[in-house]
């Protein structure tokens, strides 16, 4: 059985902006108020390139430029790379990983309705990772009696973390063989 939850359970929906026109010290004035490492910059309201701090030290300081110098057109990247509010989270982090992208702005008919970033998809992944070790911990005396009735346990090794067809309690701990032979 595969969970799919959708990005907009999980994304930031007060996504910070600035209008192209804009200046980019105005740009990073913004990104100080309110401790944000990216802008995403938009045209007659609609997204169309993103700014981060990667950009300004890349573009801007690494060339010993004033901000004055460099539009934020120049200075953002664009096409802009977006992903739906329906999108799966699991396809999502297979999209950031794939194309070396730490934000992508959620758009909703082609408005913008907000921005997930891999500490997001970081936060909720450890986050499963806590409810699937309570979860365990919760079914231990079933998990016992399985183990000692003969029965193969199929679940998460609680030492490497992997998941095993083949787990065995040992001293309290659902073990896969390898880590159980470290063990002993």
């Not at 664009?78 to 989270?89: C, Q, R, S, Y």
């Not at 998990?143 to 030492?159: A, D, L, P």
Request: with cysteine.
């Amino acid at each position: 059985m595969e969970v799919r939850m959708p990005i907009k359970e999980i994304m930031t929906r007060d996504v910070v902006t600035v209008d192209i026109k804009s200046g980019v010290q105005q740009l990073a004035q913004k990104m100080l108020v309110y401790d944000v490492g990216s802008i995403i910059i938009t045209d007659k309201k609609q997204p169309v390139g993103i700014v981060t701090e990667r950009d300004i030290v890349r573009k801007i300081v690494s060339k010993n430029l004033k901000p004055d110098d460099i539009s934020i057109k120049e200075l953002m990247t664009t096409p802009l790379v977006t992903i739906p509010a329906t999108e799966d989270v699991t396809d999502t982090m297979h999209k950031m990983v794939k194309m070396e992208i730490r934000r992508l702005p959620v758009v909703e008919n082609a408005k913008l309705v907000g921005i997930v970033t891999d500490t997001d998809l970081l936060a909720i992944s450890a986050e499963m990772g806590s409810i699937f070790s309570d979860l365990i911990k919760m079914h231990r005396e079933k998990i016992f009696s399985m183990e000692t009735s003969g029965q193969v346990f199929k679940g998460i090794c609680e030492e490497c973390g992997y998941i095993f067809d083949n787990l065995s309690l040992v001293d309290g701990k659902l073990l896969c063989e390898s880590c159980k032979e470290t063990l002993e």
